[in-house]
């Protein structure tokens, strides 16, 4: 079965300060990760996947992610915060199942992220 | 616009009542995803549709849901006889290919915020 863990609820950092956002996942089979951000009343946004290759990927708004198959992680990175990077963020992460659907996701229960000014 | 979108984009029902949730998706898109997201939580799948096809409904939590895509555009979700737990967002997601490409991006829209009295 395919599962994803956030372990923080919430993250706050200062503007200007590097922020992370830990994601650790479990597969069977090789992973395709992937990042979305939610504003409030908003679906969600895609901000990066991993497929393949090169295992620091980079996306929209300036944020990468860095993939880590010996941690199972994929954590979403700035190098720069902005008070408008504060959203609700969502790892999630497809994999081939025998017996289950290919194309479903399944997704982290979120963080939180705070910047503040 | 060319992104997905919902209607309603909030629905309050007494419970006990029939609801129905419109996703359009990104034309030409040939996946289609519906998601529940309760709240608090990351999106649960419910189910999938490739073009009018519903491959994959394992997601639905009761035969009260009931999807369809008719004419492999646009879908709809219903919930029969709606109790207090059905309230969540909806959301609605699709992709260019089928499912069996797990690269492909999933593109959501805004949701339907559900609230069931």
């Known amino acids: 079965a395919q599962s994803v863990a956030q372990p923080e609820d919430q993250v706050n950092v200062a503007e200007g300060n590097p922020l992370t956002v830990k994601c650790t996942y479990s597969?069977?089979?090789?992973?395709?990760l992937f990042w979305y951000v939610q504003y409030p009343n908003r679906g969600l946004q895609f901000l990066l996947k991993y497929i393949t290759g090169d295992n620091l990927v980079k996306g929209s708004y300036g944020f990468e992610a860095e993939f880590n198959k010996s941690q199972t992680s994929f954590h979403l990175k700035k190098p720069s915060a902005l008070v408008s990077d504060s959203a609700l963020y969502f790892c999630a992460v497809r994999a081939p199942d025998r017996g289950s659907t290919l194309g479903r996701l399944y997704f982290g229960r979120g963080t939180q992220l705070t910047v503040w000014p | 616009g060319a992104g997905v979108s919902q209607s309603p984009r909030y629905k309050v029902a007494k419970r006990g009542q029939d609801v129905a949730l419109r996703c359009d998706p990104i034309?030409?898109?040939?996946?289609l995803f519906w998601y529940q997201q309760a709240l608090g939580q990351g999106p649960e799948f419910l189910t999938y549709?490739?073009?009018?096809?519903?491959?994959?409904k394992s997601g639905l939590p009761s035969d009260r849901f009931f999807a369809e895509r008719p004419e492999g555009s646009v879908s709809t979700l219903k919930i029969q006889r709606t109790q207090q737990e059905d309230s969540a967002v909806y959301l609605c997601?699709?992709?260019?290919?089928?499912?069996?490409?797990?690269?492909?991006?999933?593109?959501f829209g805004p949701g339907t915020r559900l609230l069931v009295l």
């Open positions: 034309s030409g898109h040939v996946s």
């Open positions: 997601a699709s992709s260019p290919r089928t499912s069996g490409a797990l690269q492909e991006t999933q593109y």
């Open positions: 549709f490739q073009n009018e096809a519903q491959l994959d």
């Open positions: 597969v069977s089979g090789n992973p395709y």
